[in-house]
């Protein structure tokens, strides 16, 4: 009779412990989705998309939760995260921050004077260039010269408001506070001329033409 009733026990101890594993993995796991889906979306708060992050390759590669509604939230937040980055691309970083912090005056129309840097620069003789070249290596020099010189802008605080073919329009100081912002906007040209510099070998290097850039600035209100 001990004996049975000891089995009895230990095979129901055994079971109780089966069903707490089995029912805490069932809870772990939706919870490490939403711990991951917080984190990620702390980080599309401040504009970062993530993109080398395990968890949001996860929801890239379409791995979803198997409770229905941590899906959704899945489905809805890599939406989002497209959405917000698209919508970057054509809106200066800053202004995009804000709306997605929430503020009340981003998100409708507003006008406030202020004092700002304009920089607005192209290449010389772009159109002579292009005309020398096919179109894949066109589309190479441009994307090199781009890159280059829209990271030496947001490197000093510009915001790059407008790509127009080779020319670049920057701003400073708006619509983010930026100090001594003619300052930074005047080490953004000569800066711009150090990497025209090094590009120029880049290009030399694959036999494309050298490229020369103007620079024009503007303080005001």
């Not at 772009?126 to 490197?155: C, K, N, P």
Request: charge should be neutral.
């Amino acid at each position: 009779g001990k004996f049975i009733t000891v089995a009895i026990f230990v095979s129901m101890s055994i079971a109780s412990l089966l069903m707490a594993l089995a029912l805490s993995i069932l809870v772990a796991r939706p919870l490490r989705y939403l711990t991951s889906l917080g984190a990620l979306m702390r980080r599309l708060g401040a504009l970062d998309f993530a993109h080398e992050d395990s968890n949001f390759m996860e929801i890239r590669r379409g791995q979803r939760s198997v409770i229905k509604e941590v899906s959704e939230l899945q489905d809805t937040f890599y939406r989002l995260s497209n959405c917000i980055e698209t919508f970057a691309h054509f809106v200066p970083e800053g202004v995009v921050r804000k709306i997605v912090k929430g503020g009340e005056k981003e998100r409708r129309p507003h006008v406030s004077m202020r004092t700002v840097t304009i920089m607005f620069t192209d290449i010389r003789d772009f159109t002579a260039i292009s005309e020398t070249l096919s179109q894949t290596d066109l589309l190479f020099v441009l994307t090199r010269y781009l890159t280059a010189m829209t990271g030496v802008a947001e490197h000093y605080r510009g915001e790059i408001t407008e790509i127009l073919g080779d020319g670049l329009l920057v701003f400073w100081n708006t619509p983010e506070d930026v100090p001594d912002h003619a300052t930074k906007a005047c080490a953004a040209a000569l800066a711009m001329q150090e990497a025209l510099a090094s590009l120029n070998e880049e290009l030399q290097s694959r036999d494309f033409p050298r490229l020369s850039i103007r620079c024009g600035l503007h303080t005001g209100s």
